[in-house]
């Protein structure tokens, strides 16, 4: 490429130190009247950043002025930099990021102080001020597999591992399962957390066909066949960034095709206790799974308090020196806070509070969004909303952005060149349902705006 911007390490969103990027380059004659850019895939590569924001940075210095975009060919230095520019938008309402709601039921401030003050009356919080087993003591374990048991039954103390947050265990499996060059298969639009680890450990990811109900069984199938995967990744509860939830047929099937490929399964079950009806596929494959499930999304992801169950003695210990590696262990006191929560049964109560609030807000969100193609779960956090024909994905995310909507384009989440033509929603980022009404009218207008033809409006 001709050009790449020097982004500075200043604090602000990054798409706006790239936007700044451009400003200053044009200034100081580095980037030229007429001067093509790179292509936002070709941006992000060179960035090493998600095209989501190469998109939002080139549509933001297109709203100042600073580029033209020409059908067919692509982004231009603008030919006239005279009219002056805007400040960047104001995001008023950030549904990008996929968070839990924080419900008045849950009481997270209380519960927080109550807990804090059990331990400290329990052992005094200078016990949790040294070094710690890796993995969790046997109390911390068993209160993890008390709760995992609730959906697998067979969940053992002795294979459990208490890791700091999901991407942690994510990433500790690919250390220890793979080597660079070897294949895992996922869904055709994964979690960006999956992708970063991935690329990071230069394991090859390769998407599996899905349709409204998750993975294609038989797609799965002729993936594993093609390519001896050294694993499969899944979300089968939930998808993210599609929602979709994989039946108990399905899951037989995908628990079936895992056994008869000679690998292993890593379940990412983010959501699982939302909808806690719904059996895991570990509780099919104990023996081929590494089944993860996190608090993040389910109470709260700042406590970064994650369980994993390994599939064998041989592979929790693999584990289990993979996190002492890593990140030798997981915070002390907040793994202390939430063993008192399991315990005491303050943990079901939160998440209760939680899915209550997430099936409100779906309804909220159904209302607003009424006659529009949307895919959502009843108690899920996410929509995910196919991108009407008169836009295209890049406009209709700029164009709600300048409306103070923020929220996630397809591309993030996929594996191959050929994204997803639709964009996630995260209704628990918004404060309250007030707030969230406001982004669903912005959003709803958008949507149904006819004759946009795919401009910015």
């Known amino acids: 490429m001709d050009w790449i911007p020097t982004i500075s390490e200043g604090h602000g969103p990054l798409y706006l130190r790239i936007v700044e990027a451009i400003a200053t380059d044009v200034a100081i004659g580095r980037l030229v009247r007429g001067q093509q850019l790179p292509t936002h895939r070709a941006l992000a590569k060179a960035l090493g950043v998600d095209l989501t924001t190469v998109t939002r940075a080139y549509g933001e210095a297109r709203k100042r002025g600073l580029i033209d975009a020409q059908v067919g060919r692509g982004s231009f230095v603008s030919e006239t930099t005279a009219r002056a520019t805007e400040g960047p938008p104001r995001i008023t309402i950030d549904l990008s990021m996929n968070i839990p709601p ?96 991935a690329a990071r450990l230069g394991v090859r990811l390769v998407g599996v066909a899905m349709d409204e109900e998750g993975v294609r069984p038989d797609a799965l199938a002729r993936a594993c066949a093609a390519h001896r995967p050294k694993a499969v990744y899944l979300v089968p509860t939930q998808h993210n960034p599609t929602t979709a939830t994989l039946s108990a047929e399905r899951r037989h099937a995908v628990a079936e095709i895992v056994d008869r490929a000679d690998t292993v399964l890593i379940e990412d079950d983010a959501y699982g206790a939302l909808e806690p ?32 169950l390994a599939p064998h003695d041989a592979a929790e210990q693999a584990m289990r020196g993979a996190l002492q590696a890593t990140v030798q262990m997981s915070a002390s006191l907040m793994v202390a806070l939430v063993t008192q929560w399991m315990t005491s049964g303050v943990a079901e109560q939160i998440i209760r509070a939680i899915r209550h609030e997430a099936a409100g807000r779906q309804q909220l969100a159904a209302r607003y969004l009424a006659g529009l193609r949307v895919a959502a779960r009843p108690h899920g956090h996410h929509l995910w909303v196919p991108v009407p024909a008169q836009w295209k994905r890049e406009d209709l995310i700029v164009h709600l952005l300048r409306h103070g909507l923020a929220v996630v384009g397809g591309d993030a989440f996929a594996v191959s060149e050929d994204a997803p033509n639709g964009i996630r929603v995260s209704l628990g980022a918004a404060r309250n349902r007030a707030d969230l009404a406001q982004a669903l009218q912005v959003l709803a207008s958008a949507l149904k705006a006819p004759g946009s033809g795919g401009q910015i409006v």
């Open 102 to 197: 924080q419900p008045v039921e849950a009481n997270l401030d209380l519960r927080i102080a109550q807990g804090l003050a059990a331990v400290r009356g329990d052992a005094g919080f200078s016990a949790f001020l040294s070094y710690a087993r890796p993995g969790g003591s046997d109390e911390e374990r068993q209160a993890g597999a008390a709760w995992l048991s609730q959906r697998i039954p067979a969940a053992r103390t002795d294979r459990l591992i208490v890791y700091p947050g999901a991407q942690a265990i994510l990433f500790n499996i690919l250390l220890t399962r793979t080597s660079p060059g070897d294949v895992v298969l996922t869904e055709a639009v994964t979690y960006p957390g999956l992708k970063a680890a």
């Open 277 to 308: 009806q719904v059996a895991p596929i570990a509780s099919l494959i104990p023996e081929r799974t590494y089944y993860a499930a996190s608090l993040s999304k389910v109470i709260a992801p700042a406590l970064r308090v994650a369980y994993l």
